[in-house]
């Protein structure tokens, strides 16, 4: 989905995927991969990496800008957890790109927003990157 | 007790290098479903002008996390309860992106450190550089630390 000015884009999630960002990045915290363990913790299960999250949020941001090493800068505020249920299916998290302006050095500002479950799970998100 | 405001500006020891593999980052690439060339193709990567595969932008969690982790979360003077912390914000400012063959150090400082409502927040930044000192990227993390129950 595309507008004049923001992409959309989603993300699939699974438990699956939690376990192998879990062991590329080497967060092994048990709320991302126990049910168990997230119970006891007061979560409602269990919930995906924060910085999963903002890795996809960061694919879109490449995505959007059409190149690989163009990110300047790159910010998010963890919101809301993502909980990723025990199913095939796991959870969906939708990306919208939007440009915001351009910065004194002239590279664009985006506002970046990710949604699950029609919730924002992140607030203060951007990111600026070289001009496409 | 809240955190004690005096850490506000301590830096810790610059860490030992930590030598960036072109498996480790095609594995992160791969766990986060990311499919473009110059994180996986060594002549991708060299083709825009990096000597090897370059990282996805939140690549520098791997460096910086486990370290700012061992030398100021469990700090015994700063004292964390880190079963009460969650992460809060994320920021990173790249010079560049991370490329396979780095050695990177980084040296870790508590930036800043609040307390309202019963709850503490805390920043830290990681200055991360190669070992001769060239400045690739910078990386905050605000953790809060959430008042007892």
Redesign the interface.
Known sequence: MTSENSETQT?RVTRA?LV??A?????FNPIHWSERFANS?GLPGVIAH???T???V??A??AWAG???S????????ARPVPVPDTDEGTEVVVTVTVKGETDEGHTKLSLVATCQGEKVLS?AQAVVRKR | MPLDQSFIGRSYAPTEPYLVGRE?IR??A?????T?R??LDPEAARA?G?ADV?A???FP??VT??SSHAQIVEDPELGIDY?RV?????????V??IVAGDALVCVNTVEDITSRGGHDFMTTRSDVTTESGEKVVTV?A?LVQRGEE
Do not use: C, N
């Open positions: 993300f995927d192998r960002y062991g590329a990045s080497g967060d913790v924060g910085m999963f903002m890795a996809l960061g694919r941001v490449t190149a690989a090493d990110v300047v800068e790159f910010s998010v505020r963890f203060l | 480790k594995e992160f791969r766990a986060i479903g990311a473009d110059e994180y825009i990096y370059v996805p932008p939140t969690i791997i996390m486990s079963s969650v992460h809060g914000d994320q920021k990173f400012a790249y560049r992106p905050w605000k």
